[in-house]
């Protein structure tokens, strides 16, 4: 059973940092390619950053372009979500999202999310 | 960035009935076109990609059709655990992979 599960997330204050992770079980993470994706409160869903299968290629939202880092390391099958200088605005439910193969920008498995709030 | 919109915003419809949901894109994404629902407190779950071909145990209940720039989700007859909200994403022109607002289905 495929199984993603967040952690990492809680209350910043604007301006700080947090890393989000996220585990993977249940395939072969390494040939998946992965995307995160986030949800403020009462909000839609919103595409952050995407990284391939080998983590050569990433992408990111023009919102959180130079602010957030995605990366991952395929030994421990987990994905990571490093977000600095944080806004208030990036309050939201960061979920974890497998890409299924052959199609990058969809999401076939997602987790079940991780609240990071920016507030002072 | 292309731009997705959904109508309604809010579909009231009765257990048994038919629903349909309608997503459009500001220009063509070809079939390049899936559907999510997501129920309160959870996470989406991907129900349709490729415009018309269900997900991996998805009920033959949800039907997607359309392409080019017209999307329509039909569900057949709604069942109680039905009732959520239901986002078009498009896939063609990515990243970013743009999402609809969203379509609430509730009871009436």
């Known amino acids: 059973e495929v199984q993603l599960v967040e952690s990492g997330g809680g209350l910043v204050q604007p301006g700080g940092s947090l890393r989000l992770s996220c585990a993977a079980s249940g395939f072969t993470f390494s040939s998946y390619e992965m995307n995160w994706v986030r949800q403020a409160p009462g909000k839609g869903l919103e595409w952050v950053s995407y990284i391939s299968s080998s983590g050569s290629t990433i992408y990111y939202a023009d919102s959180v372009k130079g602010r957030f880092t995605i990366s991952r390391d395929n030994a421990k099958n987990s994905l990571y979500l490093q977000m600095n200088s944080l806004r208030a605005e990036d309050t939201a439910v960061y979920y974890c999202a497998r890409a299924p193969r052959g199609y990058s920008g969809q999401a076939d498995y997602w987790g079940q999310g991780t609240l990071v709030t920016v507030s002072s | 960035e292309i731009v997705m919109t959904q109508s309604p915003a809010t579909l009231s419809v009765s257990p048994g009935e038919r629903a349909t949901l309608s997503c459009r894109a500001s220009?063509?994404?070809?079939?390049?076109l899936a559907w999510y629902q997501q129920k309160p407190g959870q996470a989406p779950r991907l129900l349709i990609y490729g415009a018309s071909t269900r997900a991996t145990g998805i009920p033959a209940r949800f039907s997607g059709s359309g392409s080019g720039t017209e999307f329509t989700l039909t569900i057949s007859s709604l069942q109680s655990e039905d009732f959520a909200v239901y986002y078009c994403q498009q896939y063609n022109n990515w990243p970013p992979g743009t999402f609809g607002p969203g379509t609430k289905v509730d009871i009436k």
């Open positions: 220009q063509s994404v070809s079939s390049n």
